[in-house]
């Protein structure tokens, strides 16, 4: 019989503790406020404020925001994600057109957009998706756009409008590795997202994807995911900590040193990504600009 080790209770406590490199400023200063106003006088949500983004500060401090498009109401419950979870309301028809005019007020170079999952909907929003992109390119044909879109279960025709739009990027996140599907992301599948990502790249768009870490996984599956990922001819990765929002949430197994996250980017690079942002507070969007034309 094999014994495990004694890991003593403070031992595990220390281990997660949260370490002194995922201090974050608080947000402040004229930008900021900018950014706020907007995203409050237009009713707009942002992925920064739903999903506690620790960047928040950084990000809206240069003026810059991811935008939420669909609501702020997903239809999964995966076991990592703040974003509120059950049926959503009506989607507005007029949000495309408030997102494409809060962008050219801001004079975003690149913008980011996402949205909750909206499974019940037939086309699980692709045409609110595919307004957004070409309003916001009639109102500000310089910006460049990323988009990061949800789990189309398999509905491929919708996965097409949604990316026809004329975004540069487009961006779906695998989130964790094969393993820890059933306990993070239990409605979704590991081999249903890569063939998305797949089918992305195929269309010829510059493919994305991210995945936090800290949440189980071993150093050989983080390995396995990009090598998967590598297959699929992905272009951009994107590494950060996993965080959890709240009791209710999979707890921190550990936190990952910034060494550790320099090793899984050259390893990502080696495996022929082109390009990896591998760090304790990256997150999908995180410096999103410097990786569009890659």
């Given at each position: 019989?094999?014994?495990?080790?004694?890991?003593?209770?403070?031992?595990?406590?220390?281990?997660?503790?949260?370490?002194?490199?995922?201090?974050?400023?608080?947000?402040?200063?004229?930008?900021?406020?900018?950014?706020?106003?907007?995203?409050?006088?237009?009713?707009?949500?942002?992925?920064?404020?739903?999903?506690?983004?620790?960047?928040?500060?950084?990000?809206?401090?240069?003026?810059?925001?991811?935008?939420?498009?669909?609501?702020?109401?997903?239809?999964?419950?995966?076991?990592?994600?703040?974003?509120?979870?059950?049926?959503?309301?009506?989607?507005?028809t007029d949000e495309p057109r408030r997102?494409?005019?809060?962008?050219?007020?801001?004079?975003?170079?690149?913008?980011?957009?996402?949205?909750?999952?909206?499974?019940?909907?037939?086309?699980?929003?692709?045409?609110?998706?595919?307004?957004?992109?070409?309003?916001?390119?009639?109102?500000?044909?310089?910006?460049?756009?990323?988009?990061?879109?949800?789990?189309?279960?398999?509905?491929?025709?919708?996965?097409?409008?949604?990316?026809?739009?004329?975004?540069?990027?487009?961006?779906?996140?695998?989130?964790?590795?094969?393993?820890?599907?059933?306990?993070?992301?239990?409605?979704?599948?590991?081999?249903?997202?890569?063939?998305?990502?797949?089918?992305?790249?195929?269309?010829?768009?510059?493919?994305?994807?991210?995945?936090?870490?800290?949440?189980?996984?071993?150093?050989?599956?983080?390995?396995?995911?990009?090598?998967?990922?590598?297959?699929?001819?992905?272009?951009?990765?994107?590494?950060?900590?996993?965080?959890?929002?709240?009791?209710?949430?999979?707890?921190?197994?550990?936190?990952?040193?910034?060494?550790?996250?320099?090793?899984?980017?050259?390893?990502?690079?080696?495996?022929?990504?082109?390009?990896?942002?591998s760090g304790p507070l990256v997150r999908?969007?995180?410096?999103?600009?410097?990786?569009?034309?890659?």
């Amino acid at each position: 019989m094999i014994e495990l080790p004694v890991v003593s209770k403070e031992t595990v406590e220390k281990k997660r503790r949260k370490p002194d490199w995922l201090r974050v400023k608080l947000p402040i200063g004229p930008e900021y406020a900018k950014v706020r106003k907007l995203v409050d006088e237009n009713k707009l949500h942002t992925i920064c404020e739903s999903g506690n983004c620790p960047n928040m500060g950084e990000c809206w401090g240069a003026g810059t925001a991811t935008f939420m498009i669909l609501g702020n109401v997903c239809t999964r419950s995966c076991s990592f994600c703040a974003v509120a979870t059950g049926r959503p309301p009506e989607y507005d028809t007029d949000e495309p057109r408030r997102v494409a005019e809060s962008i050219k007020t801001m004079g975003v170079k690149h913008a980011v957009i996402t949205s909750v999952n909206r499974d019940e909907l037939k086309d699980r929003g692709a045409e609110i998706w595919y307004q957004t992109v070409v309003q916001t390119k009639q109102l500000s044909p310089t910006t460049t756009i990323e988009t990061l879109i949800p789990d189309v279960k398999g509905n491929w025709a919708a996965l097409e409008r949604m990316i026809e739009g004329g975004q540069e990027v487009v961006s779906h996140n695998m989130e964790t590795v094969r393993e820890l599907y059933r306990p993070v992301r239990p409605q979704a599948k590991y081999d249903r997202s890569l063939e998305e990502l797949d089918r992305i790249k195929k269309f010829g768009k510059r493919s994305k994807s991210g995945a936090m870490l800290g949440l189980g996984e071993t150093d050989d599956q983080v390995f396995q995911l990009m090598d998967d990922l590598a297959a699929v001819k992905l272009d951009v990765l994107t590494l950060g900590q996993y965080l959890q929002p709240t009791k209710r949430h999979h707890e921190v197994i550990e936190f990952i040193h910034p060494d550790k996250f320099e090793f899984f980017k050259e390893e990502g690079l080696k495996r022929g990504i082109k390009y990896v942002e591998s760090g304790p507070l990256v997150r999908s969007s995180y410096h999103a600009e410097r990786h569009v034309n890659v």
